[in-house]
């Protein structure tokens, strides 16, 4: 037997074994793995055996070659065997690449129809988005150059920002103020955790991930490209430690694998010294990131698996505050995405952690046209059903005020109205997981394909398949083959639901989903009718609109006896009532007609009779019974 291998193949070295028992092992592997599910051949683990595999097959097809020239009968057989194995690999592959070829997904209106929800509605106000957007946030004449950053305070207004938050909160609760407003949004979160309908209870944790990407893991200095907004984190951290009086050192605040730009940690630190700083490195004042001990996120393809911050296994709450950004790989990333800097691989620490060789697989620009598909493996959808991750998710707050291309933050100016070639000047914040990336979808899918000269004429937002995570999200009808979605069990025996509602606008210029239009239960997006500057608003001092909200009627006060054109709208722009008014008046919620108007937000407006100049305006909630 030994002449025998000889005569064959050669001497047999401990290389060779070596060798055989790899490419044997590969080769079963592959087979294994990619047969039931031809998609994993993009996996990290099936790459990395493809090519052991690929030089063992040739290897044999040369070897059986040579037999069958002298010993054609036994060499017959081994060149049909080793050529079967040929056949199936082949065969795998050309079924992948017959998937259809690259298309942009302008061209395909089957998943992009509009007002057509999908999914089951959360929040208080169910699928409620709030855009906030006030350009006098931003300066119109940032260079974003050396010395003239988008992140400096002549170029970010710290007071507008504080507003936008404390506004964006109400209106996610329907409170009037910051603090009844944050203890709605902690009850709602509570009654759907088990915890009955209670608010924050002291000395309960809660975790802020940010997004610092371009960062590496020591990053001190923020430059031209877009990360998390400084006057943002602080206006935050206001909001939790002064209005809602948690504690510091109950808070922790980073992007757990990058860098604590000096930028948000140095006036923040400096204001609220005992909030946990944590970043990758862990130096000049910052703390590392401890990791759990065990694995506690498993993707629901079985491909990888993360240990997680200690942080988010001890936090009751988590806040996901994304940046708004176009994505080369994923096409956007918005708040679900921002959790690929959450994971971390096995040979990795939080200073060296990248995903770009475990978690990109899956990506429609990456992928190649296989992937540019809807109904495949997509594992964002993970990190949206994880207990850690957006199971204890208390709210969405995204980054708009400076919007980004690609992962390195190219900052842009926009095109679509009402950003009319100036910052996007926003903020976004909603309870539903699936209406925050379907509200932040829309608006950069449209931005990129109607102004795409403004961008570089990059098209990876465009692709197909860009918003398949979306769709799985939202019902897991759209799930792909052979996939259940339960990331925090290895066995991935309990699966989750619907994670909240997928919808489309109208159009770029009304912006209306179905709940604007009463047409449906998906997404309410609130936004004021009139977005306002600097110039608009004249002296306010004296008018006031009470109760706010109100039930039955609205006591509406001016500053003195003048005569003003009353003018009140819907959440959509409409003009629902009009009057004239001197001093003061009551409007008891009744449109022109008398009949009674549905609840909302409403947008009460002041105007001088004899000039019609604006010389007041307030948003009201009507909470009629």
Same mark, same amino acid.
């Given at each position: 037997?030994?002449?025998?291998?000889?005569?064959?193949?050669?001497?047999?070295?401990?290389?060779?074994?070596?060798?055989?028992?790899?490419?044997?092992?590969?080769?079963?592997?592959?087979?294994?793995?990619?047969?039931?599910?031809?998609?994993?051949?993009?996996?990290?683990?099936?790459?990395?055996?493809?090519?052991?595999?690929?030089?063992?097959?040739?290897?044999? *097809?040369?070897?059986?070659?040579?037999?069958?020239?002298?010993?054609?009968?036994?060499?017959?057989?081994?060149?049909?065997?080793?050529?079967?194995?040929?056949?199936?690999?082949?065969?795998?592959?050309?079924?992948?690449?017959?998937?259809?070829?690259?298309?942009?997904?302008?061209?395909?209106?089957?998943?992009?129809?509009?007002? &057509?929800?999908?999914?089951?509605?959360?929040?208080?106000?169910?699928?409620?988005?709030?855009?906030?957007?006030?350009?006098?946030?931003?300066?119109?004449?940032?260079?974003?150059?050396?010395?003239?950053?988008?992140?400096?305070?002549?170029?970010?207004?710290?007071?507008?920002?504080?507003?936008?938050?404390?506004?964006?909160?109400?209106?996610?609760?329907?409170?009037?103020?910051?603090?009844?407003?944050?203890?709605?949004?902690?009850?709602?979160?509570?009654?759907?955790?088990?915890?009955?309908?209670?608010?924050?209870?002291?000395?309960?944790? *809660?975790?802020?991930?940010?997004?610092?990407?371009?960062?590496?893991?020591?990053?001190?200095?923020?430059?031209?490209?877009?990360?998390?907004?400084?006057?943002?984190?602080?206006?935050?951290?206001?909001?939790?430690?002064?209005?809602?009086? @948690?504690?510091?050192?109950?808070?922790?605040?980073?992007?757990?694998?990058?860098?604590?730009?000096?930028? %948000?940690?140095?006036?923040?630190?400096?204001?609220?010294?005992?909030?946990?700083? %944590?970043?990758?490195?862990?130096?000049?004042?910052?703390?590392?990131?401890?990791?759990?001990?065990?694995?506690?996120?498993?993707?629901?393809?079985?491909?990888?698996?993360?240990?997680?911050?200690?942080?988010?296994?001890?936090? &009751?709450?988590?806040?996901?505050?994304?940046?708004?950004?176009?994505?080369?790989?994923?096409?956007?990333? =918005?708040?679900?995405?921002?959790?690929?800097?959450?994971? *971390?691989?096995?040979?990795?620490?939080?200073?060296?952690?990248?995903?770009?060789?475990?978690?990109?697989?899956?990506?429609?620009?990456?992928?190649?046209?296989?992937?540019?598909?809807?109904?495949?493996?997509?594992? @964002?959808?993970?990190?949206?059903?994880?207990?850690?991750?957006?199971?204890?998710?208390?709210?969405? @707050?995204?980054?708009?005020?400076?919007?980004?291309?690609?992962?390195?933050?190219?900052?842009?100016?926009?095109?679509?109205?009402?950003?009319?070639?100036?910052?996007?000047?926003?903020?976004?914040?909603?309870?539903?997981?699936?209406?925050?990336?379907?509200?932040?979808?829309?608006?950069?899918?449209?931005?990129?394909?109607?102004?795409? &000269?403004?961008?570089?004429?990059?098209?990876?937002?465009?692709?197909?398949?860009?918003?398949?995570?979306?769709?799985?999200?939202?019902?897991?009808?759209?799930?792909?083959?052979?996939?259940?979605?339960?990331?925090?069990?290895?066995?991935?025996?309990?699966?989750?639901?619907?994670?909240?509602?997928?919808?489309?606008?109208?159009?770029?210029?009304?912006?209306?989903?179905?709940?604007?239009?009463?047409?449906?239960?998906?997404?309410?997006?609130?936004?004021?009718?009139?977005?306002?500057?600097?110039?608009?608003?004249?002296?306010?001092?004296?008018?006031?609109?009470?109760?706010?909200?109100?039930?039955?009627?609205?006591?509406?006060?001016?500053?003195?006896?003048?005569?003003?054109?009353?003018?009140?709208?819907?959440?959509?722009?409409?003009?629902?009532?009009?009057?004239?008014?001197?001093?003061?008046?009551?409007?008891?919620?009744?449109?022109?007609?008398?009949?009674?108007?549905?609840?909302?937000?409403?947008?009460?407006?002041?105007?001088?009779?004899?000039?019609?100049?604006?010389?007041?305006?307030?948003? =009201? @909630?009507?909470?009629?019974?």
């Amino acid at each position: 037997m030994n002449y025998k291998l000889k005569k064959y193949f050669g001497p047999i070295s401990h290389t060779k074994v070596a060798f055989f028992l790899l490419g044997i092992a590969s080769t079963i592997w592959f087979l294994v793995r990619v047969i039931p599910k031809p998609s994993r051949s993009t996996y990290p683990c099936m790459r990395a055996s493809a090519p052991f595999m690929s030089a063992f097959v040739i290897y044999l *097809i040369g070897l059986a070659s040579t037999i069958y020239v002298f010993k054609r009968k036994k060499g017959r057989l081994i060149l049909k065997g080793v050529l079967g194995i040929v056949f199936v690999v082949s065969l795998l592959f050309s079924f992948r690449s017959s998937t259809p070829e690259n298309q942009l997904l302008k061209n395909d209106s089957s998943y992009l129809t509009a007002n &057509a929800p999908i999914g089951i509605a959360k929040g208080i106000f169910p699928g409620r988005v709030v855009w906030e957007m006030d350009k006098a946030a931003t300066n119109e004449n940032c260079t974003n150059k050396t010395g003239n950053f988008w992140f400096m305070n002549q170029n970010t207004n710290q007071v507008a920002v504080e507003k936008m938050l404390a506004d964006g909160i109400k209106k996610v609760s329907g409170e009037n103020t910051s603090a009844k407003a944050w203890d709605a949004i902690f009850k709602y979160f509570n009654s759907n955790h088990n915890k009955g309908s209670v608010g924050y209870t002291s000395g309960e944790k *809660i975790v802020v991930k940010i997004n610092c990407t371009t960062l590496g893991s020591g990053g001190r200095k923020l430059n031209q490209q877009l990360n998390a907004t400084p006057q943002l984190a602080m206006a935050l951290l206001e909001q939790l430690i002064d209005t809602l009086k @948690i504690a510091q050192a109950n808070i922790t605040f980073g992007d757990p694998y990058r860098g604590m730009p000096d930028e %948000i940690y140095t006036p923040c630190h400096t204001k609220y010294p005992g909030v946990h700083f %944590i970043e990758g490195m862990g130096t000049n004042g910052r703390e590392q990131t401890k990791l759990s001990k065990d694995n506690v996120f498993f993707t629901s393809d079985d491909s990888f698996q993360s240990r997680l911050p200690q942080a988010y296994l001890d936090a &009751a709450y988590l806040i996901n505050m994304p940046s708004l950004k176009t994505h080369n790989s994923a096409g956007v990333t =918005i708040a679900a995405k921002n959790h690929q800097g959450s994971v *971390i691989a096995a040979d990795q620490n939080p200073n060296t952690q990248s995903m770009i060789n475990y978690l990109h697989y899956d990506y429609p620009v990456d992928g190649g046209p296989e992937n540019q598909v809807m109904g495949i493996y997509r594992h @964002i959808v993970d990190y949206m059903a994880h207990k850690y991750l957006g199971g204890n998710t208390l709210i969405y @707050i995204v980054d708009g005020l400076w919007s980004g291309r690609n992962w390195d933050g190219v900052v842009e100016k926009w095109k679509m109205p009402p950003f009319s070639n100036d910052w996007t000047s926003s903020l976004f914040l909603s309870q539903d997981p699936v209406a925050i990336e379907s509200v932040g979808f829309d608006f950069l899918y449209n931005e990129y394909k109607d102004y795409p &000269a403004a961008h570089g004429n990059v098209n990876y937002p465009l692709v197909n398949g860009v918003q398949d995570y979306i769709y799985q999200a939202a019902d897991p009808a759209n799930w792909a083959a052979g996939i259940q979605y339960d990331p925090s069990s290895a066995d991935h025996s309990s699966p989750v639901g619907s994670l909240g509602v997928e919808e489309h606008w109208n159009n770029s210029t009304d912006k209306q989903y179905s709940r604007n239009l009463g047409t449906g239960n998906g997404i309410e997006l609130v936004y004021k009718s009139g977005v306002t500057g600097t110039n608009t608003l004249v002296q306010e001092d004296g008018f006031k609109a009470y109760p706010n909200p109100f039930n039955q009627s609205l006591r509406i006060e001016a500053a003195n006896n003048q005569s003003l054109n009353l003018n009140i709208f819907n959440i959509n722009g409409q003009l629902v009532y009009k009057t004239v008014m001197n001093k003061t008046y009551l409007w008891n919620g009744t449109s022109q007609d008398g009949s009674t108007l549905p609840k909302g937000i409403y947008l009460v407006k002041l105007n001088d009779k004899t000039s019609g100049k604006l010389v007041w305006t307030e948003e =009201i @909630i009507y909470n009629k019974y």
